[in-house]
């Protein structure tokens, strides 16, 4: 079952007025200001107070320690900045508090380190160029009318919409971003209107269900054999992005023509990432017609996606780096993204339409007969699933149709040997 609510993103072009886009600019200075402030704070506290009270050495100051600077009382604080620098509300209440949100996540992140303990870096000063996005944590689910969305103090601001919001989306969240080349706005969507169904008592049978097997060859291979490959245009992006990346390595850290390229990358990157999402919609929505229950691998994606380093000659001429026989055909394609199509979008359009995705232990899917259930040992680069019951098909497959049986029921553990 679906459990989480479905997040997209999506970015447009603003056209400010010269007003409305001086007004921005004050904003961020301002802003970025604060959040370097509110961070100093919090570094003095930490470096006055992070000795443990155990072993204070006798001669520690016995003043009393000021209280630490943290997230609410920082908040608090923005009350007493308006009064005292009162250009400081001009800045709607939101933003303003986001910002000290922003502060507080970067030290704790440096502290306590994420959610999985993983810590950053100490954070850094922002300077003006780094200091370029502000937020409204909440906006008005009808702030698009037309060409122009309103946001609160800025008023309305024409933009280009390239394409329209989903039907079922609401706008939730708008993050404004000053870019070299023009002012952009992100808007989170999150969709409503997932029904709350009951999809994990569908009885799953022969007839009603679906086995697939991801990301080798093909990007998803059906039990009932169809097989999907990644659109072409994928693969000739991908060999552009490549090259770019390479190229981009040999240019020197920090210079001019590096940063121009990082730039080509991002745009060329996001660009893929866009399409592909987009295709993985379409897809998930023709799988969901066609089965009630889906059962999919529950996938270790970690290893799948390294991709082998870029080799070059002298001239800069790119020589074979063994990606292309490690990738198989499509597979660095098939490899992007093929664990949020697993894990949130086909589950998604699943739950949206009544039908169920479930998750199916994937030992020995590609080492069985998926006729014969025999064990049939293959290595990775064995594209052809051959048995001596008769048995001939894409590996791929041979994977969807046993990734089927497991889900109906059938345990590959006991060893059969062909
Ligand atoms: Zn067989």
Same mark, same amino acid.
Do not use: E, F
């Given at each position: 079952m679906y459990n989480g609510i479905m997040k997209i993103a999506y970015q447009y072009k603003l056209i400010p007025t010269y007003e409305q886009e001086s007004r921005m600019d004050k904003w961020l200075d301002m802003l970025r200001h604060q959040y370097n402030w509110l961070l100093s704070d919090r570094f003095d506290w930490w470096e006055m107070n992070r000795t443990a009270i155990d072993v204070? $050495?006798? !001669? +520690?100051?016995?003043? !009393? $320690?000021?209280e630490q600077p943290e997230y609410y009382g920082q908040k608090r604080s923005l009350v007493l900045l308006k009064k005292e620098?009162?250009?400081?509300?001009?800045?709607?209440a939101d933003v303003l508090q986001d910002m000290v949100k922003r502060v507080d996540l970067a030290f704790s992140r440096f502290i &306590? #380190?994420?959610? &999985? #303990?993983k810590h950053s870096g100490r954070p850094r000063f922002k300077a003006k160029n780094r200091y370029r996005t502000f937020a409204f944590p909440r906006v008005k689910?009808?702030? =698009?009318?037309g060409n122009q969305i309103t946001l609160p103090k800025l008023g309305a601001i024409k933009f280009i919409q390239h394409r329209p919001i989903p039907d079922g989306f609401v706008i939730k969240r708008a993050l404004v971003t000053n870019k070299a080349d023009c002012w952009y706005v992100t808007l989170t969507l999150e969709d409503v209107s997932v029904p709350d169904s009951l999809t994990d008592e569908i009885v799953a049978t022969e007839a009603n269900s679906l086995g697939i097997d991801a990301g080798l060859e093909y990007f998803i291979a059906c039990s009932d054999g169809t097989m999907i490959e990644p659109p072409k245009f994928f693969r000739k992006a991908e060999g552009r992005l490549a090259k770019l990346q390479s190229k981009r390595e040999l240019r020197s850290k920090g210079g001019k023509a590096r940063r121009k390229l990082n730039i080509r990358v991002a745009k060329l990157h996001q660009r893929i990432a866009r399409q592909r999402k987009q295709w993985h919609f379409e897809i998930a929505e023709k799988l969901v017609d066609r089965a009630e229950v889906i059962f999919v691998e529950a996938l270790k994606v970690s290893n799948m996606s390294r991709r082998n380093k870029p080799k070059q000659d002298e001239d800069g001429t790119f020589l074979p780096n063994g990606q292309a026989a490690k990738s198989g055909l499509n597979k660095s394609f098939a490899d992007g993204g093929i664990a949020g199509f697993l894990n949130e979008i086909l589950p998604y359009k699943a739950e949206k339409a009544g039908r169920s995705v479930r998750k199916v232990n994937p030992a020995g899917t590609s080492q069985h +007969?998926? =006729? +014969?259930?025999n064990r049939v040992p293959k290595e990775l680069g064995d594209r052809w699933h051959y048995c001596s019951c008769g048995a001939s098909m894409p590996r791929d497959l041979n994977s969807g149709i046993l990734i089927k049986k497991v889900g109906l029921g059938i345990s590959l553990t006991i060893k059969r040997e062909g």
């Open positions: 204070c $050495p006798l !001669t +520690c100051s016995i003043a !009393t $320690p000021r620098r009162d250009w400081y509300s001009d800045i709607h &306590k #380190g994420d959610s &999985k #303990g689910a009808d702030c =698009i009318q +007969c998926a =006729i +014969c259930l």
